[in-house]
């Protein structure tokens, strides 16, 4: 007698293996499972004590240990389970809690900057890695050059700048937006710098992956882990 046998004659059907039902056909409804769950455990434990030996009966000790083993392996389960939809809830951000950012300004990777109702802006310099010498060159929308700002040594990460405005002759540079260029050297080495500008959000919408997006002028459609700080 096979092992599929010996487990039809225990009243159990081992999984991917088909059985008769009451009107001949096969039931394949186990087909393709490879996990056993609690019916499945009731079922095999119903048949071991159907066919235990009158003169050796199954130990209770054993049996009320495995009945704990398996009532402790499908709670951890489930639990697992309950974890991992409210990590997803938590990670997560619905279009109602992005329409939060309307209205408010936000910093993001960029090149295009409008300036302050008090003129001039603020940035920063996102640094791959510790830079000796670092700059930002601001220019007006036809890429006249207004202002240079030398930050000098930084370390990696968001450096800050703000700019007031006005020329080097103290003379207003005018209404904008400005096109902002950032450089950065280690010793002589290129380093990889990207300027981040500051953005009022228009509006939000959902990506063609389903996540918000803000809507940034003259930037576009930003993702929201793409955002460095909130206004």
Known sequence: MDFDSTLQTLGVNRYGASSATSNGTKDT?????????????????????????????????????????????????????????????????????????????????????YPRESGGIAGAVALSKDATDVNVAISDADGKPLKTIA????????????????????????????TVKVAALNAGAKVDAAPLVWAPVSTVSLGSDGKPVLTLPGIGQVPLDAIWQVG
Do not use: H
């Not at 009966?57 to 409210?86: C, R």
């Open 29 to 113: 409804s186990g087909l393709g499972k490879t996990e056993m769950d609690q019916s499945d455990f009731l079922t095999l434990m119903t048949a071991q004590l159907k066919n235990q030996d009158p003169f050796e009966p199954v130990d209770n000790t054993q049996m009320v240990a495995q009945m704990a083993q398996f009532s402790s392996l499908s709670g951890i389960t489930e639990m697992s389970t309950t974890l991992k939809a409210i990590a997803a809830k938590l990670g997560g951000t619905s279009l109602g809690d992005a329409l939060g950012y309307v209205g408010k300004t936000v910093l993001t990777e960029g090149s295009i900057a």
């Open 151 to 178: 930050l000098g040594k930084q370390a990696a990460g968001a450096v800050a700048f703000d700019w007031d405005g006005k020329l080097d002759n103290g003379e207003a540079a005018g209404p904008g937006p400005y």
